[in-house]
């Protein structure tokens, strides 16, 4: 049970449906007041299981994961654009904090199975995050290739191409500093 925290005593099912009428009522039921009522129902009716991931670590329960699916949905929706195209443009801004935020954020999307997923359709993303050149801070390469172990430790593995597991393995392989040499020609005269 969930503690009210304007009376400090415990949230019940039949509370929560109280409450929701009441808000029905008053003619002011938005988005997030919805999606939080219907978060706080679906933790009476499923409850948390942990789960082990490839890397032998206990992982998020499934509450976890959809509070954190749920919100990320939402995120897109209360801005009006999608929100792996939203992480995108933020991995591109020129200033620092909010690409390392945005990569923070992919990289708990990805851990996930169904976020992996989510965030691999989106045709973009993938191309961005093997393009090594967009970044040049340290932490912001190790932000991005911890996307991709992320990536490569989730369920969504067994989904992808063989050709998109090589390239990121190889990325892997390859470590968060690589860069491609490059051939210089000399102009001679």
């Known amino acids: 049970k969930i503690e009210n925290k304007q009376t400090n005593q415990p949230t019940t099912t039949r509370s929560i449906d109280q409450r929701k009428k009441k808000v029905a009522r008053a003619g002011y039921y ?9 978060l706080q129902q679906q933790q009476y009716s499923s409850p948390p299981t942990t789960t ?6 206990a992982a998020s329960t ?3 994961s959809q509070v954190l699916m749920s919100l990320f949905r939402t995120m897109g929706l209360v801005n009006g654009k999608d929100s792996v195209a939203m992480l995108i443009d933020f991995g591109k801004s020129p200033v620092a904090e909010i690409r390392l935020g945005a990569y923070s954020l992919m990289r708990a999307v990805a851990k996930r199975g ?5 965030l691999l359709l989106n045709s973009g993303f993938f191309t961005f995050l093997m393009d090594r050149e967009l970044e040049t801070t340290k932490e912001g390469k190790e932000g991005k290739f911890l996307i991709v172990q992320a990536i490569l430790n ?3 593995r067994s989904l992808l191409a063989d050709g998109i597991v090589e390239k990121m393995e190889e990325y892997i392989q390859q470590g968060p ?3 491609k040499s490059k051939l ?4 001679t005269e």
């Not at 938005?30 to 219907?38: D, K, T, Y």
């Not at 082990?52 to 670590?57: D, I, Q, R, V």
Request: aromatic fraction near 10%; hydrophobic fraction near 30%; avoid cysteine.
């Open 154 to 156: 989730s369920s969504t």
């Open 52 to 57: 082990t991931n490839t890397t032998g670590e």
């Open 177 to 179: 500093y690589y860069i």
């Open 62 to 64: 499934n509450m976890d």
């Open 184 to 187: 210089w020609e000399l102009a």
């Open 30 to 38: 938005s988005l997030v007041q919805q999606q939080q009522l219907q």
């Open 114 to 118: 169904t976020g992996a997923q989510i």
